[in-house]
């Protein structure tokens, strides 16, 4: 086109004489359609008696082609006649997308520029034809490609078809990191969102490639290895390379990890006279001995800020201050006070969220409007808006105002979608194999509800589950829900019964700090034990029928653990009890303990202690029913059958559970060369011990106290549908009427300790 172009404006001038100007008569304008001849002459500005040279006619020529209007403009100047010659470009009748099925046409609708009515032009085309490309690219569809096709109508008129070839999604076949030595790929892997390609993820959209979600991906390992001792980490590069049939990608990350930091002294300075420092190291949720993390550095800061603001110190700024030492790998965290600007927040403005209501981020914000302007505020609502995780990318900015006292806060999301559908296959040496599927819904109507849906169906049972939760209760920050369930579970094997349980609950929890939370329920169930065969233990055929239990209960919480999922140090317990009686059959008081704490020693083994135990009794002359007893075996004690442990009628072997149970053990997980795929091996001692049920004679009643003892190895995997535990347990202390798994009939040693 260019090339034609420069043809026919040589051609012009060339017509227009050799002279270098020339008086104008009449102007003549050929092959005009649609447009007006006033429209040609107002770009031309040649009017009768004025003088044109080729210069001018030039600059007609450019000015008449940028309209658009035209594919084709000439100039023939004959004497004192100027005839200008045009091609008009075609008027788009109708635009059209075909083969588009994974993007809807309103998407690209509001992307193209190029509609009915439009003038066509060919650059136009193919500038629509790159964004439909590029629409392509953000959903991970690299290989589209897209053919535009014209059909002529009259009038000078066109429909225009965009054919699309969708083409695959570009997966991430490949995840690989350079630099990493005290952490594995599967372990980084863990940390970001990007997945590696595999058949289980069919309904995840994390293996597909998203530059923002790659770039995102930097962020987290700089979170997770700063949170981890590693101050100095940097992420040296990070490529993603398309395969040349644009199908896949391999991400390939360069890390420094830099010198691991233990925190050798804590101070606190400041610059503001006379301010008292005592006391404020109580308020630092790091200390000497520690290593570093970050997160508990702005948590300090934070906190820090608090306290200050309490004592009347509302403008201050508290800078963390690192002294390193990389040859002896140790750190000295000064945390200095500052008289900050005198500023105060005049609005805080929400931008982005269509879906989400500004209420659910506003009451993130550890700042309002009217307050001291406190940048560790402002960070750490930064960090609770990304921690929600509905949005993709959340920036915070400062605006400065007609006031220099005052400023505004500019929050600026892109939200991202927050239901979950997931499937999960399993086999489980108790319930054989299942099935388990939900939808999760996390911002429910845009308001941060949570409602989601689970079913479960095993080989011995079924569940379904219905939750809904309102984590701002009464617009306070207060987490309330409801859960209803329904429950079907065969324990013919173990004690010739089955039992039906549904029933609903309604809790409600609250957070005295991040660390340190609480929980109240009320629940209503019916349970029934049902199918009770003929020759059952005549305790369990006492317990057929249906029974209502009511119940209020409590549970403390305080988790330091650093993850959740796969945790390497910290610690985690709870405390909750139970009182039913409120109504109903059952009466009962119920207490239950558990305790874990974990640590890494060697960069690569995990030592896990863990205790659990629980007490549960009668009053006002009632006994415990069997639903509501403790059962001890499977995958608690591995090594014995499911409530292989316990007291055991002699006539029909049926298990009767007990009224309190401890179980506890140490467990050493270590790495095997499966990190890539997440799979770690692991050691294990189990020691339980369970309590005797209500009103049993032991003439008709086997049943010990005494510890049981087993032993084993196993691997765990950390897939996306969770943790999957494989365990081969030995029994090695228990007694003769005790059920133990058939394989595992002793430990893989004989009685003399020899392999």
């Known amino acids: ?138 959903v991970g569809r690299y290989a589209a490609a897209v053919e535009p096709k014209v059909i002529k109508r009259d009038q000078n008129r066109v429909d225009l078809i965009y054919e699309i070839d969708e083409g695959p999604l570009a997966k991430i076949t490949k995840i690989n990191f350079i630099g990493n030595k005290h952490y594995s790929d599967s372990d980084l892997q863990g940390e970001i969102l990007s997945k590696e390609t595999r058949w289980w993820r069919i309904f995840s959209s994390s293996e597909n490639y998203d530059p923002e979600k790659s770039n995102y991906d930097k962020e987290l390992l700089r979170r997770f290895y700063n949170n981890h001792g590693y101050a100095d980490f940097r992420v040296v590069s990070s490529v993603a390379e398309l395969s040349p049939d644009s199908q896949s990608f391999v991400i390939t990350t360069v890390l420094e990890e830099g010198v691991r930091y233990k925190i050798k002294k804590v101070n606190i300075t400041s610059e503001i006279p006379d301010m008292n420092t005592a006391g404020l190291a109580d308020d630092l949720d790091i200390e000497a001995g520690d290593w570093y993390n970050a997160a508990k550095v702005e948590k300090s800061v934070y906190a820090l800020t608090e306290e200050l603001g309490k004592r009347g110190y509302a403008f201050v700024e508290v800078e963390p201050e690192l002294d390193r030492n990389m040859q002896t790998g140790e750190m000295t965290i000064n945390f200095r006070i500052k008289e900050g600007a005198r500023v105060f927040i005049n609005r805080i403005n929400i931008n982005g969220n269509s879906r989400t209501y500004d209420e659910v981020i506003r009451r993130e914000f550890r700042i309002s409007e009217g307050d001291a302007f406190n940048a560790a505020k402002i960070r750490a609502s930064r960090r609770n808006i990304e921690n929600l995780n509905y949005f993709s990318k959340v920036d915070i900015e400062t605006q400065p105002t007609s006031d220099d006292n005052k400023a505004d806060i500019n929050v600026n999301v892109t939200e991202k979608s927050t ?82 349980t549904m029933g609903g609950r309604l809790r409600l929890g609250w957070k005295y700090t991040d660390d340190f939370y609480q929980s109240v329920r009320y629940t209503l169930r019916q349970d029934e034990i049902k199918n009770v065969h003929p020759s059952a233990s005549v305790y369990i055929q006492e317990e057929e029928g249906k029974y209502v239990g009511s119940s209020v209960g409590q549970t403390l919480y305080y988790d330091k653990r650093d993850n959740a999922v796969d945790p390497k140090e910290g610690y985690f317990l709870s405390f909750g009890n139970d009182v039913a009686g409120l109504g109903g059959d059952e009466k009962y008081l119920k207490f239950d303990v558990k305790a874990y704490w974990y640590d890494t020693f060697f960069d690569y083994y995990t030592l896990k ?98 510890p049981r003892v087993s032993v084993g190895f196993g691997f765990s995997w950390l897939s996306p549908m969770g943790k999957i535990d494989i365990d081969f347990g030995f029994p090695v202390v228990k007694e003769d009427y005790d059920e133990t798994d058939p394989e595992d009939d002793g430990p893989p040693w004989d009685e003399d300790g020899e392999e």
């Not at 026919?8 to 227009?16: E, K, V």
């Open 419 to 500: 239901g979950y559908f997931n499937v999960g296959l399993g086999y489980s040496t108790v319930n054989g194999a299942l099935v388990r599927t939900g939808v999760t819904e996390n911002n429910f109507m845009g308001k941060g509800q949570q409602l989601g849906f689970d079913l479960g169906i095993s080989e011995r049972s079924q569940d379904y589950n219905i939750n809904f939760t309102e984590p701002y209760f009464l617009n306070r920050p207060l987490s309330a829900g409801v859960d209803l369930f329904k429950n079907e579970t065969d324990y013919q094997d173990e004690a010739s019964y089955d039992e039906d």
């Open 609 to 706: 202690l863990f205790a659990n135990g629980g007490y549960i009794t009668g009053y006002d002359d009632e006994n415990v029913r069997l639903s509501q007893r403790y059962f001890l075996g499977g995958s608690t004690m591995r090594g014995f059958d499911s409530a292989g442990i316990g007291a055991r009628d002699k006539y029909t072997n049926d298990a009767l559970g007990g009224n309190w149970m401890i179980y506890s053990g140490a467990e050493v997980m270590f790495p095997i060369g499966l990190d890539e795929v997440g799979i770690k091996g692991r050691t294990f001692v189990d020691v339980g011990m369970l309590g005797k049920p209500d009103d049993v004679s032991y003439k008709i009643v086997e049943y010990s106290d005494k």
């Open 1 to 138: 086109m260019k090339n034609k172009q420069l043809v026919t404006l040589l051609s012009c001038l060339m017509a227009a004489g050799t002279a270098d100007a020339a008086v104008v008569r009449q102007i003549k304008v050929d092959g005009l359609q649609r447009v007006e001849r006033e429209t040609v002459l107002s770009y031309v500005n040649v009017n009768p008696g004025d003088d044109v040279s080729p210069e001018k006619l030039n600059g007609a020529f450019k000015k008449l082609y940028t309209t658009g209007l035209f594919s084709d403009v000439s100039f023939d100047v004959k004497g004192d006649v100027l005839t200008i010659k045009v091609d008009e470009n075609p008027i788009i009748n109708k635009r059209f997308f075909d083969g588009n099925d994974k993007v809807d046409d309103k998407m690209l609708e509001s992307e193209v520029q190029l509609g009915p009515r439009s003038i066509y032009t060919t650059a136009k085309v193919q500038e629509d034809v790159q964004r439909i490309l590029n629409i392509y690219k953000r």
